[in-house]
């Protein structure tokens, strides 16, 4: 008797958001790899941004096979609660100042063009980053918006998550 589980597995739900198990980029099938809620603490409160999810090729279990994985990453970053251009801008760069440890020359251009392939975030709504080859692909709400030459973006942004100063301490498994 073959054991065959015909039935996809339902996806991971956390604060409402269904976070599936597997998801496709081209001929890739990346797996969930890690997920966490962002908090931010404002005049003492906690307050729940988005749900973080990141998906890679092959299960990766420090920085070191992070940075080193030429295969493609995702990463969706799904809000709880709806923000305006200005918020969402102001975010962005306060977190890549404040958390990338990786700088290169062309840096400061690729941070600017980066925060300002974001607009309005509904409730809701996925801003989505996709590293594949060389490319950093930027997808606000189900809309490509720009991308992002090079790999030194990449290394970049990944070190904003899994860096010397990431944004929660407890990366990978909450972003």
């Not at 969402?88 to 062309?106: G, P």
């Not at 980066?114 to 080859?133: K, L, N, P, R, S």
Request: net charge negative; charged share 25%.
């Amino acid at each position: 008797v073959d054991c065959v589980d015909a039935q996809p597995k339902p996806a991971f739900v956390l604060e409402g958001v269904e976070l599936a198990h597997n998801i496709e980029i081209d001929e890739f099938t990346l797996s969930r790899n890690g997920e966490g809620i962002r908090m931010i603490n404002f005049l003492g409160f906690e307050y729940k941004v988005y749900v973080a999810s990141f998906w890679t090729v092959d299960e990766l279990k420090s920085i070191e096979d992070i940075l080193a994985c030429d295969k493609p990453k995702r990463m969706d970053f799904t809000f709880l609660k709806s923000f305006g251009k200005s918020k969402v801008s102001k975010a962005w760069s306060l977190q890549l100042d404040d958390s990338v440890s990786y700088k290169y020359d062309s840096w400061a251009e690729d941070r600017a063009a980066f925060i300002e392939f974001f607009g309005d975030i509904a409730q809701g709504g996925t801003q989505t980053v996709i590293m594949i080859g060389d490319e950093t692909i930027v997808i606000d709400q189900g809309v490509e918006k720009g991308k992002i030459i090079g790999k030194d973006f990449q290394k970049a942004f990944l070190s904003m998550w899994f860096g010397e100063k990431p944004v929660t301490s407890q990366n990978p498994k909450n972003c």
